[in-house]
């Protein structure tokens, strides 16, 4: 269980960092009266030592109270139910969306292997990995917003599902073509097992074979790579969310990072750790399930 | 025929190696060698030609951009910032990884079970947020997104470095140097690090273009390469705030670094297959 150490690592290093700034977050604003800098401080717990102030931190997070903004009068767990809705409904989206479409080609690659739909599909693919998010979302937007006029390229204007559809796409692809590479390899290495052989020696057709014997030792690859993919989709929402103006998480995050806000940029940073780390145990537990060889004591 | 001999023949008879190099090679010579024939300066202003489309007038080849700079050669210039961007954080990867990896795999047991440990925690971790947290922390300044990209990019090649050796060490051929008494540096140069150079080559190829992308990431951000200089990242970002009326400012650098990353991918794969004949499926 890995988990903790992480996500202490995680923590701790984020605040070092922060905290390593010369001068406080306060330094770059015009000279404040001594009183009211105090003040300020002391509402900030920045008069205590470093180790303190770290200490403290971390024991407000274990109450789940992630403090006070330097920037703004909502504290950050505030701004975090603000802005998580959004990213969550368009990585959730996107997410679904990748696994969906990726074990579909993957698995229709690897039935057809050497076909010449086999290597359209593996070369989709590898141009999937290789084009990055910032350059397919305005593509897809100057495509179907600009020219085609089908759906709105903007978050703010308009009210209906269709703008979901533009940034969950863009967000989804490279995971996609991921996903489809991964399911290609390891299906075609399953679909060569003896036990494949074996039903398939005894008439089960491909439909049945795939189902009930391939797909679930096919699965094991895809599954390691949930954790991994979450880290891939938080970092793209970062890019989605300012290419179509969407008020979520990743935007915050920037937008704090140039303001300098750093206790938001810490409770961004400590939420999305958490959560790649739980994708990796939820991954670790189904991993577990789908292959008889793993056992936990 | 030698080993080296065999690899060579491999490698030139491998059409994915050939094309995707190819078209790198081509890449990075135009890159080099047009900003210096070009009668246009890639930081001169020119109000009076201001986001111009692709043509021939004042040989604008690629237009011009928002300031009436010439796109062609700040596009070339990009490339160049680009390429060398990945070159060295790739260069920092592989001297961190190799070294971590292969200490790691020769040491064993409880050294490496820790040091292994660490890879795993790091892989956990949200890097570009602490990337971009530094960039803004610090100030923006060129090595540092070197460091940064090099930083995160050395796990991947210390894991592969390290179970390399790991599978090496029990070999019989190296048994057999350690019973014939060759000491161990010369094992680790004559024996080890021979073995391993097929595998980091292959990894370096893909490492290139994964440090391309955090670059461009970072300047598409605006925490990257800064003006007058740029960056394929920066000019895509640049690209994107007037694609409605000069789309060719963003397909243009967009398409070059896809290309970029595309051909590196491809050198990648096909430098595998060249050098992991043995276990290739």
Known sequence: MGAVPTLLLVIVLAFFLVHSVPGGPFDSERVLPPEIEQVLLERYDLDDPVPVQLAKYLGNLLKGDFGPSYRSTLNVNQIIAQRFPASLAIGGLAMTLALAAGLMLGTWAALRHNSRLDRVVTGLAMTGISIPIFVVAPALVLIFAVYLNWLPAGWTVSPGPAKYVLPVVALALPQIAYITRLTRASMIDVLQSGYVRTARAQGLGTAAIVRH????????????????????????????????????????????????????????????????????????????????????? | MSFEGLTLTRLATNRTVRVSGGIIAAIAVVAIVAPLLSPNHYMAVNFEAVLQPPGLAGLHLFGTDDLGRDQFVRTMMGVRVTLVVAIVASIVSLVIGVIYGAVAGYVGGRVDAVMMRFVDTLYAMPFIFFVILLTVIFERNFVLIFVAIGAINWLDMARIVRGQTLSLKERPFLEAARLTGVPTMAIIRRHIAPNLIGIVIVYVTLTIPQAILVESFLSFLGLGIQEPETSLGSLVDLGVDHMESSPWMLIIPGGLLAVILLCFNFLGDGLRDVFDARQSR
């Not at chain 1, 949930?226 to 179509?244: K, R």
């Not at chain 1, 140039?258 to 959560?275: C, E, H, P, S």
């Open chain 1, 213 to 297: 014997h391939a797909l679930k030792p096919a699965l094991l690859p895809v599954v390691s790579y949930l954790g991994p993919a979450i880290a891939g989709i938080l970092t793209g929402s970062v890019v989605i969310e300012s290419v179509f103006g969407i008020p979520g998480l990743g935007e915050g995050f920037v937008t704090a990072a140039f303001n300098r806000d750093y206790l938001q940029v810490m409770g961004i940073v400590v939420l999305y750790a958490a959560l790649v780390v739980l994708l990796n145990l939820l991954a670790d537990v189904l991993y577990g399930l789908l292959d008889p060889r793993v056992r936990y004591e």
